[in-house]
C-alpha cells in the first residue's frame, strides 16, 4: 500500500511565504512524475505544478515565477515553495504522484490534502 501524505499549509498574510511538502511512503519502487494540484469552492481541481523524476518541471500560468516545485528522490518527497501568496492562492493543496509499486506495474495516487489560506 502506497500513501502521500502533504504537510505545510495554513494561514498565511497576503505577500508570505509557505512551504508545503508530500511524502509518499508504503511499498515503493520508484516514484515516477510528481505533481501538485489546488481546489478552491466552488471551483475545478487545476495543475499548479509537476516535476518529473529527472527534475523537469511545469507550471500554472497563475503561480509562474512565484512557486516552485522540488523532490527528494532518495526521500520521495516532493515540495512546494510558494513565495508572494496572493488571496487567490487559497485552495485545499493536493499531492498526486504516479508510484512504481514494482519494476513493471504503477498506480496514480492522491493525497488527503493540505488547506492553504492566504489572508489579512
Known amino acids: 500500500q502506497v500513501q502521500l501524505v502533504e504537510s505545510g499549509g495554513g494561514l498565511v498574510q497576503p505577500g508570505g511565504s509557505l512551504r508545503l511538502s508530500c511524502a509518499a511512503s508504503?511499498?515503493?519502487?520508484?516514484?515516477?512524475?510528481m505533481a501538485w494540484y489546488r481546489q478552491a469552492p466552488g471551483k475545478q481541481r487545476e495543475l499548479v505544478a509537476e516535476?518529473?523524476?529527472?527534475?523537469?518541471?511545469n507550471y500554472g500560468d497563475s503561480v509562474k515565477g512565484r512557486f516552485t516545485i522540488s523532490r527528494d528522490n532518495a526521500k520521495n518527497t516532493m515540495y512546494l515553495q510558494m513565495n508572494s501568496l496572493k488571496p487567490e492562492d487559497t485552495a485545499v493543496y493536493y499531492c498526486?504522484?504516479?508510484?512504481?509499486?514494482?519494476?513493471?506495474?504503477?498506480?496514480?495516487?492522491w493525497g488527503p490534502g493540505t488547506q492553504v489560506t492566504v489572508s489579512s
Open positions: 498526486n504522484a504516479d508510484i512504481a509499486i514494482s519494476s513493471v506495474l504503477w498506480n496514480n495516487y
Open positions: 508504503g511499498s515503493i519502487f520508484s516514484a515516477k512524475a
Open positions: 516535476i518529473t523524476s529527472g527534475g523537469s518541471t
